[in-house]
T-cell receptor, first 114, second 115 residues
Framework: AQKVTQAQTEISVVEKEDVTLDCVYE???????LFWYKQPPSGELVFLIR??????QNEISGRYSWNFQKSTSSFNFTITASQVVDSAVYFC???????????FGAGTRLFVKA | DTEVTQTPKHLVMGMTNKKSLKCEQH?????MYWYKQKAKKPPELMFV???????INESVPSRFSPECPNSSLLNLHLHALQPEDSALYLC??????????????FGPGTRLTVL
């Protein structure tokens, strides 16, 4: 069975704080793909990152960084020096090779207060 | 350019109306998707088209009827909807080099209200 768990329903931080969004996944496949999407209040799902299961290198993009650990089946997302514009719902998602279905986590709602 | 467009942005319809949602992409993607998203929930897959053929129908009621006229366009025809069908409807597309590897790019969605 495939599953994505985002245990944090809501997180509230003050601007400039660092925040980490947790994502734990389950899959029996050896090859799979993990994603993070951002959904601001406007509704559009914005693609942030894709990570292949065979590439455990962590990634940094500006204030965003991702920590992929196969040993713990986790793919966590950290925002450094958060800003009000980071307020959104963030979804972690899983896809297997050859499949069209994307398994989404329940999402984490992030509030960044000025 | 990773843009998927959807029209209309908002739609209010009665239970006896017939309406259509439209989605368009010009990225040369060959897979297109419809998702339904209720408030405070993740998106739920409804349909997938691959090379203009319906590949997946997630047991969606027949009052939702998808159509893919060409590789750039995807429609969702609505008829005799129920109030519980009120939701955000998201369209997405992906290259389909190898379906699992592809990143899905989403449109801004249509907020549907059924009265």
């Amino acid at each position: 069975a495939q599953k994505v768990t985002q245990a944090q329903t809501e997180i509230s931080v003050v601007e400039k704080e660092d925040v980490t969004l947790d994502c734990v996944y389950e899959t029996r496949d050896t090859t799979y793909y993990l994603f993070w999407y951002k959904q601001p209040p406007s509704g559009e799902l914005v693609f942030l990152i894709r990570r292949n299961s065979f590439d455990e290198q962590n990634e940094i993009s500006g204030r965003y960084s991702w920590n992929f650990q196969k040993s713990t089946s986790s793919f966590n997302f950290t925002i450094t020096a958060s800003q009000v514009v980071d307020s959104a719902v963030y979804f972690c998602a899983l896809r297997n090779t050859g499949g069209f279905k994307t398994i989404f986590g329940a999402g984490t709602r992030l509030f960044v207060k000025a | 350019d990773t843009e998927v467009t959807q029209t209309p942005k908002h739609l209010v319809m009665g239970m006896t109306n017939k309406k259509s949602l439209k989605c368009e992409q010009h990225m040369g993607h060959r897979a297109m998707y419809w998702y339904k998203q209720k408030a405070k929930k993740p998106p739920e897959l409804m349909f997938v088209y691959s090379y203009e053929k319906l590949s997946i129908n997630e047991s969606v009621p027949s009052r939702f009827s998808p159509e893919c006229p060409n590789s750039s366009l995807l429609n969702l025809h609505l008829h005799a909807l129920q109030p519980e069908d009120s939701a955000l409807y998201l369209c997405a597309s992906s290259q389909e080099r190898g379906a699992g590897t592809d990143t899905q790019y989403f449109g801004p969605g249509t907020r549907l209200t059924v009265l």
